[in-house]
């Protein structure tokens, strides 16, 4: 049974397994999974890189213990109940996903860096595939208002953002089964998305929790969560 769930504007938020949130679900009950699973780099990070980069220990010892790609039901679950899907990290798990015409690349725009120039998600859209810049004056911008980073793998409410116009259209209903440090969450309160999404972890999902209501509360949002998303696909692909 899914424990009760934390209701944020037009978010749903649910602190448990994802497969178990999965397994309630009806299929293709969601237009899109939009996720950011771990990449299966379990055991491979340390606290220090190059040029700076650092990370606290706990939080390495943490990340160490659940960045492991995840199992084959999620993959088939999450392919039942989404129409459409997104997957973060795609370059790691082509076995599980298979091939796709157009990914989105993030473009970090800071090139030789300890970490890689950017990220690949592997898409199921037959669109061609897409960049999105995002660098440093984004990103510290972004980290500001989302309440700076916390989390190993925080990605940038911008991001979200772009990716959400670029590929969702209004009425659509969003999954993400990894919530993390909840910057997916803030998008789509920025834009009116109604997203359920769920975080196994207790205290990254009370983290997450936290800065999502202090976002909304305290955030100047470019769109009011009652007003439609004006897309144009011709103007996007």
Same mark, same amino acid.
């Given at each position: 049974?899914?424990?009760?769930?934390?209701?944020?504007?037009?978010v749903?938020?649910?602190?448990?397994?994802?497969?178990?949130?999965?397994?309630?679900?009806?299929?293709?009950?969601?237009?899109?999974?939009?996720?950011?699973?771990?990449?299966?780099?379990?055991?491979?990070?340390?606290?220090?890189?190059?040029?700076?980069?650092?990370?606290?220990?706990?939080?390495?010892?943490?990340?160490?213990?659940?960045?492991?790609?995840?199992?084959?039901?999620?993959f088939?679950?999450?392919?039942? $109940?989404?129409?459409?899907r997104?997957?973060?990290?795609?370059?790691?798990?082509?076995?599980?996903?298979?091939?796709?015409?157009g990914? $989105?690349?993030?473009?970090?725009?800071?090139?030789?860096?300890?970490?890689?120039?950017?990220?690949?998600?592997?898409?199921?859209?037959?669109k061609?595939?897409?960049?999105?810049?995002?660098?440093?004056?984004?990103?510290?911008?972004?980290?500001?208002?989302?309440?700076?980073?916390?989390?190993?793998?925080?990605?940038?409410?911008?991001?979200?953002?772009?990716i959400?116009?670029?590929?969702?259209?209004?009425?659509?209903?969003?999954?993400?089964t990894?919530?993390?440090?909840?910057?997916?969450?803030?998008?789509?309160?920025?834009?009116?998305?109604?997203?359920?999404?769920?975080?196994?972890?207790?205290?990254?999902?009370?983290?997450? $929790?936290?800065?999502?209501?202090?976002?909304?509360?305290?955030?100047?949002?470019?769109?009011?969560?009652?007003e439609?998303?004006?897309l144009?696909?011709?103007?996007?692909?």
């Amino acid at each position: 049974m899914l424990p009760d769930p934390v209701k944020i504007g037009c978010v749903t938020l649910y602190n448990c397994d994802n497969l178990e949130l999965l397994r309630s679900l009806p299929d293709k009950s969601f237009d899109l999974n939009l996720d950011d699973p771990p990449y299966g780099l379990g055991k491979k990070w340390v606290s220090k890189g190059k040029y700076g980069f650092t990370l606290k220990p706990e939080e390495v010892e943490k990340m160490n213990r659940w960045d492991f790609i995840p199992p084959d039901d999620w993959f088939s679950e999450t392919e039942r $109940v989404a129409k459409n899907r997104i997957i973060w990290g795609g370059n790691y798990m082509m076995d599980k996903l298979g091939s796709c015409r157009g990914p $989105v690349i993030w473009n970090k725009m800071i090139h030789g860096f300890s970490l890689a120039d950017g990220e690949m998600a592997w898409s199921s859209f037959d669109k061609p595939l897409r960049i999105i810049d995002c660098g440093m004056s984004i990103r510290s911008s972004d980290k500001k208002n989302s309440g700076g980073r916390w989390h190993g793998n925080q990605k940038p409410i911008f991001l979200y953002k772009k990716i959400l116009q670029m590929y969702a259209r209004p009425e659509w209903k969003i999954l993400d089964t990894h919530l993390g440090s909840g910057t997916h969450a803030m998008a789509c309160l920025d834009l009116g998305y109604e997203l359920t999404a769920c975080e196994i972890d207790k205290e990254y999902f009370d983290t997450a $929790v936290k800065r999502i209501r202090e976002y909304l509360s305290s955030h100047e949002k470019i769109f009011d969560s009652g007003e439609q998303v004006k897309l144009t696909e011709d103007d996007l692909f």
